[in-house]
C-alpha cells in the first residue's frame, strides 16, 4: 500500500481498508499484494492464504484518521461479493484505470451486478494477470441468492452498528423473532432491509420481503405470506399449509409494518412454532408481546447539540445531516 503511495486507514479484524489518491495506483498495490501473497511461503498446514479484494472510487472527507464516504457501504458489498484470491473493481474505478494498468494487467468484465446495499445494480469488472488465478464462482451477490428484497432509489447511509447488531442477533440461534421497533419514519425498514441482505448466505432457503402496509384485516396475512412463497391452499388451514411446505427450510421472513396487523401475531407464533429453520424480522411501531420475542428499539439518527454547533465541515460528521444532504 505505501509503495503505492496509499494509506492503511483502518484495520478490522483480518480485513484491511486503504486510501489511495488514484485508482491505477490501488489497483498497482492490489496486483503486487496478491503476487506477494501467492509467493509467500506459509507454514506446512497452510498451503494458500486466498485474500479478496475489491475496488471503488468515491468522494472522501478525511475525519481523525478515518474517511467519512458513503461509498465505503458500496465497497463493503462489493468486498462481500469477491472470493478468496480475487479483485474486483467498481465501474468507476475501471473507468479511472483502464488506460494506465500495470504491464501484464488486464481487466474481465463480468457484468451488471444486484449488490447487497440494495442500491443501484453495479458494473462489476475483474482483474487478471498472469500471475492470478482467473476462474471463480458466480459473485455473491442478491442474484445468486433466493430474495426478493426491493432495490432502494437511495444509497444507505449510516445505521452501519444498528445494522451489524441487528444481523449479530439474527445470528443467534434463541433468536426466532426480532422486532425493530421505533416511531413511523425513524427507518425501520431500511435497517430491516439492509440487514436482510447481509445475512443471506445464512438461509439457503431464502429472504423473503412481506409488506403488510396495505392491509386492514390480520386474517389475510397468511395469505399475503403464501403469496410471495408461492404457496397455494390446499385442504387444511393455510398457517398449517404453510408450515408443511415450510417444514425442512431455512428462510428468513421480513415482515414490515406488522403494528398494522398486530393480532396476526398469534398466527406468527403457530408458524414459528412449527418450522425449526424459520426465523421472522419485523418492523413494528410497537412489540408484538409475542412468546420468544427480542426487540431492538431503534433511536433517531443523532443530531448537532444546537447550544454548541460543531463548524459546518463537523456538522456532516453527523448521520442526520448526511442524509438530508
Do not use: C
Amino acid at each position: 500500500v505505501a509503495v503505492h503511495n496509499g494509506a492503511v486507514f483502518k484495520v478490522v479484524g483480518d480485513a484491511v481498508q486503504a486510501a489511495f489518491p488514484t485508482a491505477p495506483e490501488a489497483v498497482a498495490a492490489a496486483l503486487d499484494a496478491q503476487r506477494g501473497l501467492a509467493q509467500q511461503t506459509w507454514p506446512e498446514q497452510i498451503e494458500s492464504l486466498p485474500v479478496r479484494m475489491a475496488l471503488h472510487t468515491a468522494a472522501a472527507t478525511p475525519r481523525d484518521g478515518d474517511y467519512l464516504a458513503g461509498g465505503l457501504n458500496r465497497l463493503a458489498r462489493l468486498l462481500a461479493a469477491a472470493h478468496g484470491g480475487q479483485v474486483i473493481l467498481s465501474l468507476a474505478t475501471q473507468d479511472l484505470a483502464r488506460d494506465a494498468l500495470p504491464p501484464g494487467a488486464g481487466l474481465r468484465d463480468l457484468g451488471e451486478h444486484p449488490l447487497r446495499d440494495l442500491y443501484r445494480p453495479e458494473q462489476v469488472f475483474q482483474l487478471l494477470h498472469p500471475n492470478l488465478p482467473v476462474d471463480f464462482p458466480p459473485l455473491r451477490t442478491l442474484a445468486t441468492r433466493p430474495n426478493n428484497l426491493p432495490l432502494q432509489p437511495t444509497p444507505f447511509l449510516g445505521r452501519e452498528d444498528q445494522v451489524a447488531r441487528v444481523v449479530e442477533l439474527l445470528g443467534r440461534d434463541d433468536v426466532r423473532l426480532l422486532t425493530i421497533t421505533g416511531p413511523g419514519g425513524v427507518g425501520k425498514t431500511r435497517v430491516a432491509l439492509q440487514a436482510a441482505a447481509d445475512v443471506l448466505e445464512a438461509f439457503p432457503d431464502g429472504v423473503w420481503f412481506i409488506d403488510l402496509s396495505a392491509l386492514d384485516d390480520s386474517a389475510l396475512v397468511p395469505s399475503v405470506i403464501a403469496g410471495v412463497l408461492g404457496v397455494r391452499e390446499e385442504g387444511s388451514g393455510l398457517t398449517d399449509r404453510l408450515a408443511s411446505v415450510l417444514g425442512g427450510k431455512r428462510l428468513l421472513l421480513l415482515l414490515d409494518n406488522v403494528e398494522r396487523v398486530v393480532e396476526a401475531t398469534s398466527m406468527i407464533s403457530d408458524l414459528l412454532a412449527q418450522v425449526p429453520g424459520l426465523k421472522v424480522l419485523a418492523t413494528s411501531r410497537t412489540p408484538l408481546h409475542a412468546y420468544g420475542e427480542h426487540e431492538y428499539p431503534l433511536a433517531p439518527l443523532p443530531l448537532p447539540d444546537r447550544t454548541h454547533l460543531p463548524s459546518v465541515a463537523g456538522m456532516s460528521q453527523y448521520e442526520a445531516v448526511r442524509l438530508f444532504i
